[in-house]
C-alpha cells in the first residue's frame, strides 16, 4: 500500500467516517477528532490491512474504536452533581402503589427509511436532554454496545449504580419519545 | 423478591434485563407480572424496539453532513506530518 491510498482514504470516506461519529458522539468537535485518529491509526496499522476488505469497512471498525475512547475520555471530565441521578423524576413516572402514573402508548412499527431517519433523530434528540452521566452511560451502552461491566470499571460506579442510571435513562427516553409523538397516532 | 412484582419494579427488572441474565427467582417474578400487565410488556417490548432503533444504520441519517475544509485540511496536515517521520 503506498501513501497515495491513504489520501484517498480521507477523499473517500472522510464526510462517512465523520458522519458515523458524529451520531454517536453529539458533537461537531468531537467527531473530527475521531475521524483524525482513525485515519493516523489506519496510517499506523496499514501494514495489517490486508486488502482484500473494503476500506471504508476497515476504517469504520477502526472509527467505533476511537469512539469509544472519545466518550470514555468525556465521562472523565463529566462531574457527577448529586442530584444529577433523577431520582425525584423516576418517582413522579409511578404511583405510591408502584403502579405507573400514566397507561403506555404503543409505538408503531416503522419500517420505511425515511421514517427510520426521522425516529434515529428523535432518538439522539432525546438521548442529549438525559443528565450527562445518564446520557454517558446509555450511549455506551445502547449506541456503543459495551457490556455493563466494562462501563462499571470505566466509570468506577458498581454495578447496581450501573442498573439504576440505566433504568433510569430507559425510563426518561421512552417518556421523551412518547411526548415526543412517537406513539402511534391515534392509539390507546 | 416478593410472589409478585409491582409494575416500578418490574421496570427495573426489564432493564436490567437488557444487559444481563437475570436471576432465576427475578426472571420469573417478572414474567409472571408482564403475563398480566399490559403497560409493562409494552415497556418490555420498547426497551427493545429503543435498542433495534439505536442500532440500526440508516440512509436517511443526514447524508450532506461532512467534514469542513477546515477540519480536512488539519487532518491531511496531520496525516502527511505521520507519513513524513
Known sequence: MTPLDAHTWLADHGDYLFRVARRQLHSDELAEDAVQETLLAALSAQVRYAGDANPRTWLTGILKHKIVDLIRRKLREVEIPRDADGEEAVDSLFKQDGHWAEPLRPWGNPQAEAELGQLRHMLDECADRLKPVMAQVFSLREVAGMETEEICKELNITPTNCWVLLHRARLFMRQCLELNGFAKAGAA | ?85
Open chain 2, 1 to 85: 423478591m416478593k410472589w409478585m412484582a409491582t409494575c416500578r419494579e418490574t421496570s427495573e427488572l426489564a432493564s436490567r434485563a437488557m444487559d444481563e441474565r437475570l436471576p432465576f427467582a427475578d426472571r420469573l417474578a417478572m414474567r409472571m407480572h408482564l403475563a398480566i400487565c399490559k403497560n409493562c410488556a409494552r415497556f418490555n417490548q420498547q426497551l427493545q424496539d429503543m435498542r433495534r432503533l439505536f442500532r440500526t444504520e440508516t440512509t436517511a441519517d443526514d447524508d450532506t453532513a461532512g467534514l469542513t475544509p477546515e477540519a480536512r485540511q488539519r487532518i491531511e496536515t496531520e496525516m502527511q506530518k505521520k507519513l513524513d517521520a
